[in-house]
């Protein structure tokens, strides 16, 4: 057979040439912009001059600093298709963080969106590598600011030809993209994704989620967001029509009336969103989701009413997955089998509620602490370990902290969960927050739900903290509802015949006035666990 | 991004593991035979430890000369996931082709059909790379035989482990098959498949025509036929319910009665059965379609009021594909696109006879006479060139016919068609029966189906021959409906406004009783210009 590369390329230009009367669709406040896969072809060729034309040749970085729309999807295609790597950067990180990950990805040009600008400007000084600087505007005109070497990207790909020989003798392993995690320790960690990553992973999410030329996708991911699952390329890969909401993404009246009108069956998002979404629902707000045929979610669990109210209330069907930015990032999907439509209601929704089985093209092993793979039995936990041709062996420039990820040729995931006999796997835990009392694990994500059960209890955070004789022991945080009164005793004893095992049981209680959250909304144990460190938090009541 | 090969085994363990319960049936006269994947995996495992005590190893070819059934699919992943290399063998091929092939690929065990043994039997001394036979048997009896070392496949793998360690240490650009062109001019030439190929291919087979997990299969195409199309490969990677008909594939009653009580959605086939197929329908047989979604045809074109009747009149959607053995083999399906719901019947039907779109992953070129890519106007005529990880690069072990097919790194298929401005393909004609008269083209297809409109002829059959003028004019061979009165004046009347332009006419026509066959039925044009070179036929009206 031959030895063709799997490269972006390929697939652009068929689906330019073959599919060139497809649309696009950006969304802006002003109305909708309309193109299709012909015109956008040629504004991608168009970029790819202008890149060369500022010097941008294969390896280089450029980065986006971009909402989701169509000039954004002409850098995903343009940039990898030159030979280039796109920097999709997370315009949401504290500045600190933003200049890190610009700088270590060496990004040559900066393309920001007019509307984010506002981000960059008084960071400017400390990006080292940057050399231009290029605003995605909808309004052409180009922002009054103290940015030198600023051009409009309509301006800069405007006179160029709109063909473009795209070279075919890239290596499939060539670098395409690069995402960098929004860290919970240390400076964010980067992933470097490849052609032949991009590519294989696209197709299995077509036949995963069955997404063909028919549909429409809407994109609600972030495009810096893990490739916003890849479902930009998997829409080219297909010829799908592709819709991209830009700004409006966070306004539920315009995202329903984009659904409805633009037909989209496809789309993906994070629970906040949903979240989001369901509360406009529950108060009435329009919507016509009879266009849509499937909707994943991933990032975070959806907790079961809400999954049961948006499809059975609402018709919107909603699909749970699995992945991180390490995995580009599809792992596994939440999707019942063919021979399962005899399940009950209850069986059904604790499939719905798992993140699934594993897709196609990867390899999986649950690894209990004896370092044995689990046994499919849905009760043993161990930990996710995966491989496969669109999982990162290395951060990047970050041999350290790769050493301990990567070792021994799996990506360690750090989720703690079970699998059942039929392969759905429902997480856990994440290692780091397990606490292990006697060699034993402890959830605390199923310690926390448990006691915020309780009527009294707001919130609920747990942390291991050192015991001379059980290693570690779960220390219970906990914010009492306003006018409450709860002591140690009385959770004890509202936990006593919930738990798993009677040493589940926190033997330390501390009684905190809210928990600390990370900057996306979660329980900041780390800052929990600094917090007892230092001695400013302590047990009420040691056994 | 791991360096992580695309291999069979990857696919495999996850359906085996994850679809345990998915069932694969085999059809046999006196019934069927059902297992599920999990059973499936064991068997194939046990093949596994059975090929390493015959000592087969990584690279060695192992011959299948099989019907469609479920010992067959097993060799279909056991023998490429051990490292060695499956030749499906086309036992409807002349012996000396039979004898050829399997010395040519060096196949060291044959596994062969109880019912296909006497194909073989005799061709045993002129085996010389053989060194064991397995029969495939559902009777459990080893046949009366004069081979040696000859074994039932059952007792083969009986008593091995079934569990067995395939390894991941191969590389994807290993071959995983081996398949020969039923060749019209000299031996059958050899195609290798690699792993990548295969599960490129197969990714794409389940995208193009929407495969996944709730498909039924029934595979209609033989395995030896390039890898069945690559369906049982799909099907496996998608953990789809697979349905091997054997030698009932010929049964229409039979067939039916399968897809209806296996709830079939998907198969494909060639026209052959189609044709089968549509005298048992149109003799009132029993038939209910209402399960099936997707039938794929390929291998030569259906006429249209076949394809009509088909969907019209029996609601059996078939949609036309192209591809080749050099092609694992898909290269284009004759699907609409979505936006094209509006169009009338006739435009509708315009595409669904075409051959279609290029899939997603190949590259494309349709070269005309002067070098250049034609227009996407749907007139201009180039031949099909094709790039892509499933195209082949060379025949094997046959630098010397590998040299013209695969000049330049394309594949040129010998096929010449049109491509519309939509991108669907039409076939003209094969380039070595296209007649070359004053350096413009004549598709001897176009050619003979004119005069076979004329009421009293049944055949006609065109081919090129020398002219001292024009290079070369067409020589009309034609057989004239019995009792019937046709002569080469009432022909060239017949055409004059029917033709493209009056230079297509023929100026010879040679009137003959029958025209001559190849093995599977087409006009055996080489034997026609061998009459013709040999003087034993000739005009009977030279302009």
């Not at 996710?384 to 990162?392: D, E, Q, V």
């Not at 951060?395 to 360690?412: I, L, M, Q, T, V």
Request: a negative charge; glycine letters at 8%.
């Amino acid at each position: 057979m031959m030895d063709y590369p799997l490269l972006l390329r390929t697939y652009l230009i068929r689906t330019a040439r073959y599919f060139a009367k497809k649309e696009i669709v950006s969304v802006y406040p002003e109305g909708a912009f309309r193109y299709n896969y012909g015109e956008y072809y040629q504004r991608v060729c168009r970029l790819a001059h202008a890149l060369k034309s500022l010097g941008i040749g294969r390896g280089d970085r450029v980065a986006s600093i971009a909402l989701n729309d169509h000039r954004h999807l002409e850098l995903y295609l343009g940039v990898p298709c030159c030979g280039a790597v796109l920097h999709t950067v997370n315009f949401r990180l504290p500045a600190r963080h933003l200049v890190h990950i610009i700088n270590h990805a060496g990004d040559r040009v900066v393309f920001v969106d007019e509307d984010l600008l506002m981000f960059i400007e008084p960071l400017k000084d400390q990006l080292t590598t940057v050399e231009k600087f290029v605003v995605l505007s909808h309004t052409g005109t180009l922002p009054q600011t103290g940015i030198e070497n600023i051009v409009l990207y309509d301006d800069l790909i405007g006179d160029f030809p709109d063909e473009y020989d795209f070279p075919d003798d890239l290596s499939e392993q060539d670098p395409a993209m690069i995402c960098y995690t929004s860290a919970t320790t240390g400076d964010p960690k980067g992933v470097v994704y490849s052609h032949r990553a991009i590519v294989l992973h696209s197709l299995t999410v077509g036949i995963t989620f069955g997404a063909g030329e028919s549909d429409c996708i809407l994109h609600i991911v972030p495009m810096f967001h893990a490739n916003a699952w890849c479902a930009p390329f998997a829409g080219l890969i297909a010829g799908c029509k592709q819709v991209l909401p830009g700004r409006e993404v966070i306004n539920m009246e315009k995202l329903c009336r984009m659904i409805a009108d633009e037909k989209v069956t496809f789309t993906a998002g994070v629970p906040t969103i949903w979240m989001l979404l369901f509360d406009y629902l529950e108060k009435g707000g329009w919507h016509d989701f009879s266009s849509l045929k499937t909707i994943v979610s991933g990032g975070a669990a959806i907790p079961l009413h809400l999954l049961k109210t948006f499809n059975e209330k609402y018709n919107f069907p909603i699909k749970q997955a699995y992945g991180a930015t390490e995995t580009t990032p599809l792992v596994s999907a939440a999707l019942p089998k063919s021979y399962m439509t005899g399940l009950s209601d209850k069986e059904l929704y604790d499939i719905r509620t798992s993140v699934g089985i594993l897709v196609m093209g990867l390899e999986m092993k649950i690894v209990g602490t004896d370092g044995a793979e689990v046994e499919m039995d849905g009760t043993q936990w161990g930990e996710i370990w995966l491989r496969g041709p669109w999982i990162a062996n290395e951060y990047y420039r970050d041999p350290e902290r790769s050493k301990d990820a990567f070792a021994g040729g799996w990506y360690h995931t750090g989720d703690v969960a079970t699998i059942d006999s039929e392969g759905y796997i429902r997480l856990v835990d994440r290692t780091r927050d397990l606490v292990k009392s006697a060699g034993e694990w402890i959830s605390s994500v199923d310690l926390e739900n448990l006691i915020m059960e309780h009527p009294g209890v707001a919130e609920a955070a747990i942390i291991g903290i050192p015991h001379p004789k059980w290693q570690e022991r779960p220390l219970a945080c906990v914010s009492v509802v306003d006018g409450q009164s709860v002591t140690a005793d009385d959770l004890k004893a509202f936990l006593k015949d919930r738990v798993r095992a009677s040493w589940w049981i926190p033997d330390d209680f501390v009684f905190l006035p809210g928990i600390p959250k990370t900057s996306v909304g979660k329980f900041d144990k780390r800052e929990l666990r600094r917090l007892y460190a230092e001695g400013e938090i302590g047990p009420v009541n040691m056994a």
